[in-house]
């Protein structure tokens, strides 16, 4: 019976190709099996035939004698193609998801590592907010010795301001102007920011915040504290709600009085002790520049 028949296969099924003859006489030949359905042979069916052809179950003819059966690999569909197909997609797709995983990563590291460097940032100002007093380290004689002020940032007093607004503009000079404010814990203030033509050396500031922090009267205004960063020199005052000397006056006096007080803008306050070292403090004062009490 032909080998096609024993293993029920179709006709044409069986391919016989390079037949020869070895060294020890052996007749060697090459078997291509194909299946009577479809491309590829299943499972069931390869094991059918090995174990057909292993155990000798199909006789050549006589003259052949007996015959040795030497399998080679089978490869499934599923493995041949679609396996491979699949598998270089999963490791694509995981190629893909893995990156993009490591850029998130990497981004929210970078992103963790420069709020950490701010806090860290934050938190040395808070301790030491004259660290960078005068960079130039040109006109800074130290840490300045202060009496009740603190030190603000920037960001504090511009928050506390709604970034400098208008509206919260309750006076100007020729230093700057002077902003009404609020702060965190709800104390009212009033900012005077100098204005860029007006800002004096590191030494000068400093010396100014030191001579205000120790004035304690109670007919002057409290120094609350100061800002010096960014470029900025700003004085943070109590607030006075009820306007500045001069409005007053224009109110009380408005019967008799009409526009400015040339007279009092020219007039020079004088102090003067009977001590031993005689102290002389002048200053220009005008009516704008006095904040009644309540």
């Not at 001069?246 to 009085?257: E, G, H, I, P, Q």
């Given at each position: 019976?032909?080998?096609?028949?024993?293993?029920?296969?179709?006709?044409?099924?069986?391919?016989?190709t390079?037949?020869?003859?070895?060294?020890?006489?052996?007749?060697l030949?090459?078997?291509?099996?194909?299946?009577?359905?479809?491309?590829y042979?299943?499972?069931?069916?390869?094991?059918?035939?090995?174990?057909?052809?292993?155990?000798?179950?199909?006789?050549?003819?006589?003259?052949?004698?007996?015959y040795?059966?030497?399998?080679?690999?089978?490869?499934?569909?599923?493995?041949?193609?679609?396996?491979?197909?699949i598998?270089?997609?999963?490791m694509?797709?995981?190629?893909?998801?893995?990156?993009?995983?490591?850029?998130?990563?990497?981004?929210?590291?970078g992103?963790?590592?420069v709020?950490?460097?701010?806090?860290?940032?934050?938190?040395?100002?808070?301790?030491?907010?004259?660290?960078?007093?005068?960079?130039?380290?040109?006109?800074?004689?130290g840490?300045?010795?202060?009496?009740?002020?603190?030190?603000?940032?920037?960001?504090?007093?511009?928050?506390?301001?709604?970034?400098?607004?208008?509206?919260?503009?309750?006076?100007?000079?020729?230093?700057?102007?002077?902003?009404?404010?609020?702060?965190?814990?709800?104390?009212?203030?009033?900012?005077?920011?100098?204005?860029?033509?007006?800002i004096?050396?590191?030494?000068?500031?400093?010396?100014?915040?030191?001579?205000?922090?120790?004035?304690?009267?109670?007919n002057?205004v409290?120094?609350?504290?100061?800002?010096?960063?960014?470029?900025?020199?700003?004085?943070?005052?109590?607030?006075?709600?009820n306007?500045?000397?001069?409005?007053?006056?224009?109110?009380?006096?408005?019967?008799?009085?009409?526009?400015?007080?040339?007279?009092?803008?020219?007039?020079?306050?004088?102090l003067?002790?009977?001590?031993?070292n005689?102290?002389?403090?002048?200053?220009?004062?005008?009516?704008n520049?006095?904040?009644?009490?309540?």
């Open positions: 019976m032909s080998l096609w028949l024993k293993l029920g296969l179709s006709l044409g099924s069986v391919f016989l390079n037949p020869f003859i070895n060294m020890d006489d052996y007749l030949v090459h078997v291509e099996l194909f299946p009577s359905a479809g491309m042979f299943n499972r069931s069916e390869v094991q059918r035939i090995g174990f057909f052809l292993s155990n000798q179950t199909f006789k050549p003819p006589p003259k052949f004698g007996p040795y059966f030497i399998a080679s690999p089978y490869t499934f569909p599923a493995e041949h193609g679609g396996t491979s197909i598998s270089s997609r999963l694509i797709l995981g190629v893909t998801v893995g990156c993009a995983f490591l850029v998130l990563l990497l981004t929210g590291l992103v963790y590592a709020q950490q460097k701010k806090r860290v940032e934050r938190a040395i100002e808070l301790i030491r907010p004259f660290a960078s007093w005068a960079p130039s380290n040109k006109d800074s004689c840490i300045p010795q202060l009496k009740g002020a603190r030190w603000f940032s920037y960001d504090e007093l511009k928050k506390c301001t709604n970034d400098f607004a208008q509206s919260n503009e309750v006076g100007s000079g020729g230093y700057g102007k002077v902003y009404r404010g609020i702060l965190s814990c709800g104390q009212v203030v009033a900012i005077k920011r100098a204005q860029h033509g007006s004096q050396g590191g030494l000068e500031f400093k010396t100014e915040i030191e001579l205000l922090s120790r004035v304690h009267h109670k002057l409290g120094l609350v504290g100061f800002c010096f960063e960014q470029g900025e020199q700003m004085l943070v005052y109590e607030f006075m709600s306007g500045s000397l001069r409005a007053c006056l224009s109110v009380l006096f408005s019967d008799y009085l009409a526009g400015p007080f040339p007279e009092l803008d020219d007039q020079r306050g004088q003067s002790s009977n001590t031993g005689k102290l002389i403090l002048e200053s220009k004062f005008t009516a520049k006095f904040i009644p009490t309540e």
